[in-house]
């Protein structure tokens, strides 16, 4: 099996966190697309906030960039510090559903517990794990999960996936 055919849904996220012995706090909310929507309502959940990057090379290498919603990014020279093989592009929905089992909006590091093959390259950016608590969608954009930075990274390496840590933010 290649890709999310059957998507895993936000109880099953939850529960694969829970038979890790991860706690998370997962806070409903109306669906956010951008990032003024999330400020705008999600109140008080503390900790960095996300914004996901999905990405690929010209030679089909996918890449995951979590940084903090803040953040700005130089798509044009990131492949340099990312290892891509040439300049990237976003990926294309029908990708973002293959690999991650999500839809644009609601891209989320989560979405590696779909990645079953690891095509996906996770990239973390260094000042999003300042963080000692990040919110995530739990694969759907109509919730944010709050999760240590130590359990997020025990979650990526119990889907298979090596977390790599890197300052691409400006």
């Known amino acids: 099996m290649?890709?999310?055919?059957?998507?895993?849904?936000?109880?099953e996220l939850l529960a694969f966190l829970d038979s890790l012995g991860i706690a998370v706090q997962t806070h409903d909310h109306p669906p956010l697309y951008t990032v003024a929507d999330s400020?705008?309502?999600?109140?008080?959940?503390?900790?960095?906030?996300?914004?996901?990057?999905?990405?690929?090379?010209?030679?089909?290498?996918?890449?995951?960039?979590?940084?903090?919603?803040?953040?700005?990014?130089?798509?044009?020279?990131?492949?340099?510090?990312?290892?891509?093989?040439?300049?990237?592009?976003?990926?294309?929905?029908?990708a973002l559903m293959e690999l991650l089992g999500v839809v644009p909006g609601a891209v989320t590091v989560f979405g590696l517990i779909n990645d079953a093959s690891a095509r996906v390259k996770l990239v973390l950016d260094s000042a999003l794990m300042e963080n000692a608590v990040i919110n995530a969608h739990p694969l759907t954009n109509e919730a944010t999960t709050s999760i240590t930075k130590a359990d997020l990274l025990r979650f990526v390496e119990a889907t298979g996936h090596d977390a790599v840590i890197l300052k691409v933010s400006g």
């Not at 290649?2 to 109880?11: F, I, L, V, Y």
């Open 39 to 94: 400020q705008a309502l999600r109140g008080t959940i503390p900790g960095g906030h996300t914004k996901n990057l999905f990405l690929k090379d010209k030679k089909d290498n996918f890449f995951l960039v979590t940084v903090d919603e803040e953040a700005s990014v130089d798509l044009k020279q990131i492949h340099q510090l990312i290892g891509a093989s040439s300049r990237v592009s976003f990926g294309k929905p029908e």
């Open 2 to 11: 290649t890709g999310a055919t059957n998507p895993k849904t936000r109880a």
